[in-house]
C-alpha cells in the first residue's frame, strides 16, 4: 500500500508518544497530537519555530541542549532520561532523537518522548524502604544472625514496604518465645485502607503504607522491630517495653508525636488523614506460647477496631479474658438498635430514655458525653444535664440527616460560632445526627469528643442516627 500525506499524518497523531520535529538550528517544524496534549496546546503555532530554551520547558536546558547538537552532527540516541516542566510541575521524561535528512545531508531532527514520572514514583514507592533494615541492624539479633548466614536480605525483608516478611517476623517471635524472651507483641492495620485504595487509587495506597512503616520502624528503633503480616496489617516485636507503664507511653508516643500516626500524608496533590488501630500482648506475662500471644494480640485489636478505631488496646486478663470474639463478630448494626429500642421502650421521659442509653452509648460509640442541642443551639450534656453552651449556627452544618468530619478546619468560615465552641473544648472530631421528621427539626444529637482526631465508621454514624429518628418520634408523639 503507498503511504499517502493523510495516511502519514493519522499515523503520526494516533500515536501516544509525543512526537515531535526541528530544523538545524533545533528550533520546532511540527508536534503531533499527543504532543500538544502534554503541554495543554491548542495549536503547534505557539512553538513553531522557537527552541527549548525559548518555550522554557527545562531548569537545566544545557544537557538537552548539547544532546540535539549531538543528533544533528549524526548521532542518534535513544531513551535519554531528562525532566521537563509541564504546568509548573517537574515531569521525568525519556527521549529518543535521530537526524533529519534531505538528499543526504542533515536538515534536521525527528524525536519522541514519554512521560515516565508515574513509573518512577511506583519504582521508588516499592525501593524507597529498602534501607529500612540492613543486615548489620539485623545481625545483633541471634535469630535474624543465623537466618542471614544462609539467606540473602532481600529474601528476609518485604518487597514492597522494607518491614521484616511475614514468615521472618514471626518466626522472630517464636524464637523469642523458645527462649524465654520477654517482649511485646502488637498487630496493628490501617484504618479504612481499603477505602484509601478506592479512593485515590493503589499507588496512594501503597506509597501511605511505606511511608509508615518507615516512621513506625524509626519510632521502634532501640526497641524491636516492625514487621508486615499480610496487606496493610503490620506487626511490632517491642524487646523493650514490656510493664503496663512503658507500653503505655510507648503507644502514647506513636500517637501524640503527629509525624506517625494521627496525621496527613501527602500523596501528589492530595492530603489523606492516616490513622491505625493497635492491640498487643506481652510474652510471658500475657500468654506461655506464641499461639495464645497472636490469639491475644489480634482479640485487643480488634476490640479497638468495634471501640471506633484510631486507638490502641492493652491485653488485660482481668478486662479481656472473657470477651467473646464469636459474639462481638456477630453483633451488627441491627442488634446495636434492637437494644436502643427496647432501653427507649423501658422509659417514658425522653430525658430519661437518654440517660438510659448513654452507657452503652459510651461504649458502642467509645465516647465520654453524649450532647443534645436544641432547635435554639442550646447544647445540654445527657451525662448530668448540664447546660454547656449555645452555637446558634450548628444547623447550617449539616444539610442531610448526618455530618461528620475528623477535621473541623473545614467549618471555621462558615460555622465561626460552633467551630469556636468545638476548639475551645479541644474538640478535633465530630459527628451530629438531625433529630427530625420530615420536615421539621427539633434539635441535634452530638457526638464531639476532646483530644481525639478519629475517624467515625459507618456503623457509628447508623447507630447515632438510628438514636435521633427515635429521639423525634418521641418528640412528636409528646406534643401530640
Known amino acids: 500500500m503507498k503511504m499517502s500525506l493523510p495516511l502519514y499524518d493519522d499515523i503520526v497523531n494516533i500515536s501516544q508518544d509525543c512526537l515531535f520535529w526541528k530544523d538545524k538550528e533545533r528550533r520546532f517544524v511540527g508536534v ?28 537545566d536546558p544545557e544537557p538537552f541542549k548539547q544532546d540535539e547538537l549531538r543528533v544533528l552532527s549524526g548521532e542518534a540516541t535513544y531513551k535519554v532520561q531528562g525532566k521537563c516542566i509541564i504546568r509548573g510541575e517537574e515531569r521525568d521524561i525519556i527521549a529518543s532523537k535521530k537526524p533529519l535528512y534531505w538528499n543526504g545531508e542533515i536538515v534536521g531532527l525527528v524525536g519522541s518522548f514519554m512521560d515516565i514520572t508515574d513509573v518512577l514514583r511506583r519504582r521508588d514507592t516499592n525501593n524507597q524502604n529498602k534501607n529500612v533494615y540492613t543486615v548489620d541492624s539485623l545481625r545483633k539479633y541471634s535469630y535474624f544472625d543465623k537466618v542471614l548466614d544462609e539467606e540473602n536480605i532481600a529474601n528476609v525483608v518485604d518487597p514492597l514496604t522494607g518491614a521484616i516478611s511475614r514468615e521472618y517476623i514471626i518466626g522472630f517471635a517464636q524464637s523469642l518465645v523458645f527462649n524465654n524472651t520477654p517482649f511485646t507483641f502488637v498487630i496493628f492495620d490501617l484504618d479504612n485502607f481499603k477505602n484509601i485504595n478506592d479512593g485515590y487509587g493503589h499507588y496512594a495506597g501503597d506509597y501511605i503504607l511505606t511511608q509508615v512503616v518507615k516512621d513506625v520502624a524509626e519510632y521502634v528503633k532501640g526497641r524491636g522491630i516492625v514487621g508486615r503480616f499480610g496487606g496493610d496489617e503490620l506487626l511490632i516485636i517491642n524487646l523493650k517495653d514490656t510493664d503496663m507503664p ?77 470477651v467473646d470474639m464469636t459474639k462481638i463478630t456477630k453483633q451488627g448494626i441491627f442488634e446495636s438498635m434492637n437494644i436502643m429500642s427496647e432501653i427507649f421502650e423501658s422509659e417514658v421521659d425522653l430525658r430519661d430514655k437518654l440517660k438510659m442509653a448513654l452507657p452503652f452509648l459510651k461504649s458502642e460509640l467509645r465516647i465520654s458525653d453524649l450532647y443534645y442541642v436544641d432547635i435554639k443551639g442550646e447544647v445540654i450534656s445527657i451525662n448530668d444535664n448540664s447546660y454547656v453552651a449555645n452555637v446558634g449556627d450548628v444547623s447550617t452544618v449539616i444539610e442531610g440527616d448526618i455530618f461528620f468530619d475528623n477535621d473541623i478546619e473545614g467549618i471555621k468560615d462558615s460555622n465561626p460560632s460552633f467551630y469556636n465552641f468545638l476548639i475551645s473544648r479541644n474538640i478535633e472530631a465530630v459527628m451530629i445526627a438531625k433529630v427530625a421528621i420530615g ?42
Open 32 to 59: 503531533n497530537q499527543a504532543f500538544l496534549d502534554f503541554y495543554g496546546f491548542e495549536s503547534a503555532d505557539v512553538l513553531i519555530g522557537k527552541t527549548d530554551e525559548d518555550m522554557g520547558w527545562h531548569s
Open 439 to 480: 420536615k421539621e427539626t427539633y434539635g441535634y444529637m452530638m457526638c464531639a469528643e476532646p483530644d481525639t482526631k478519629r475517624i467515625w465508621q459507618d456503623s457509628e454514624c447508623g447507630i447515632l442516627y438510628f438514636l435521633a429518628k427515635q429521639l423525634a418520634v418521641g418528640i412528636k408523639y409528646e406534643k401530640r
Open 246 to 322: 512503658s507500653k503505655k507511653a510507648f503507644f502514647d508516643g506513636i500517637y501524640a508525636r503527629g509525624d506517625i500516626l494521627r496525621r496527613n500524608i501527602e500523596v501528589d496533590d492530595q492530603d489523606i488523614f492516616v490513622t491505625a488501630t493497635l492491640g498487643c500482648a506481652t510474652y510471658p506475662n500475657d500468654a506461655a506460647n506464641y499461639e495464645d500471644l497472636f490469639t491475644k494480640a489480634d482479640k485487643t485489636l480488634y476490640i479497638g477496631k468495634t471501640k471506633g478505631r484510631n486507638c490502641y488496646t492493652i491485653y488485660d486478663d482481668e478486662s479481656h479474658k472473657d
